[in-house]
């Protein structure tokens, strides 16, 4: 995709600015950087922190079915509207004091299951389904509650579309899926942290965070839709608990992350998912400071095999320990 063209479904940017005049929230082009960015002032009256937890609240209203362990809501505050977009939360756990971390494999399947229903819904509607969880209040988490969220998106954003311009010069040069590419020379590699009969995990030897960590499928498929049979998904609940488990050990508290399911209905894109933790050492935080947020350029101020040796050392120790 030619970077001057914006990912709306139109490829042009009037028209999106025009569909959304009228509503609280709109898409706006920045003609400079070639990307959209979305201006959405309902956010500013969304709950913070509040000791009146919506989410408990569905429970209950009887808004969801007693005994109900993890659902989807509508999000009261969604930062666009259709045609532009929609947004939900994904609702972990019915234990307001659960964290991501404190739950078991099965718990962890059920999150996944909510993965795949979000993006089974919104891909009927939108080119691009963004799913995440902000996991720490220091980088935005509003409601204590276990949660993520999905956004439908009716264009590509940037990230995507670099990504995907990376498949289709990859394939250009007859060298196929760069994911593919990247897992093979990752695999037995020294930034592996743990590796799978379905998933490779890894810290990126790009990782613009010291714990920042990859996970990859070993089959390519382009969404989270291709996360189904049973085996590879308690695989990737039991990865991702252990990664989880160890960033909060190597930070000695519960550190702050990102998570983010990288997906598209192309087939030629490869499913990932990313983990962005903020923490870089113990109480210490690494954050997007003045080159990163006004140019793009990242530091990251440590090595990607030293934090993935790190990684592995913790997830061994939090084996031992339950033994």
Not at 84 to 99: C, K, P, R
Not at 223 to 244: M, N, Y
Not at 294 to 315: H, M, Q, T, V, Y
């Amino acid at each position: 995709m030619d970077q001057d063209e914006p990912g709306a479904p139109d490829d042009s940017p009037e028209p999106a600015l025009e569909q959304s005049a009228t509503s609280t929230s709109r898409l706006v082009w920045n003609p400079f950087l070639g990307v959209y960015l979305a201006q959405s002032p309902v956010r500013m009256r969304r709950r913070e922190l509040t000791s009146e937890c919506p989410f408990c609240a569905d429970l209950t209203s009887g808004r969801v079915a007693t005994g109900t362990q993890a659902w989807i809501r509508p999000n009261d505050f969604p930062p666009l509207l259709p045609p532009q977009g929609e947004a939900s939360i994904l609702i972990y756990s019915a234990d307001h004091d659960q964290t991501f971390a404190g739950l078991d494999v099965p718990g962890v399947v059920r999150v996944i299951g909510l993965w795949r229903q979000s993006c089974a819904d919104l891909s009927m509607r939108y080119p691009c389904v963004m799913t995440w969880e902000t996991s720490g209040e220091v980088i935005g988490q509003t409601q204590r509650h276990p949660h993520g969220q999905t956004y439908g998106l009716s264009l590509l954003p940037d990230v995507v579309v670099r990504e995907m311009e990376a498949v289709e010069r990859s394939e250009r040069n007859g060298a196929g899926c760069p994911f593919c590419a990247e897992l093979r020379a990752e695999t037995d590699g020294p930034r592996v942290v743990l590796s799978g009969e379905n998933w490779l995990v890894f810290v990126p030897a790009y990782a613009r965070y010291p714990y920042q960590v990859h996970l990859l499928p070993r089959a390519h498929f382009s969404s989270v839709a291709g996360v189904e049979d049973k085996a590879p998904t308690e695989e990737l609940a039991r990865l991702l608990l252990s990664v989880i488990r160890a960033y909060n050990r190597v930070f000695a508290a519960p550190m702050p992350y990102m998570l983010a399911l990288h997906q598209l209905a192309d087939p030629r894109y490869h499913f990932h998912i990313e983990l962005l933790p903020v923490g870089r050492a113990p109480g210490k935080l690494k954050l997007a400071a003045s080159s990163e947020a006004a140019w793009g350029f990242w530091l990251n101020d440590s090595l990607p095999e030293i934090k993935a040796a790190e990684l592995r050392a913790a997830i061994a120790e939090d084996a031992h320990d339950g033994e």
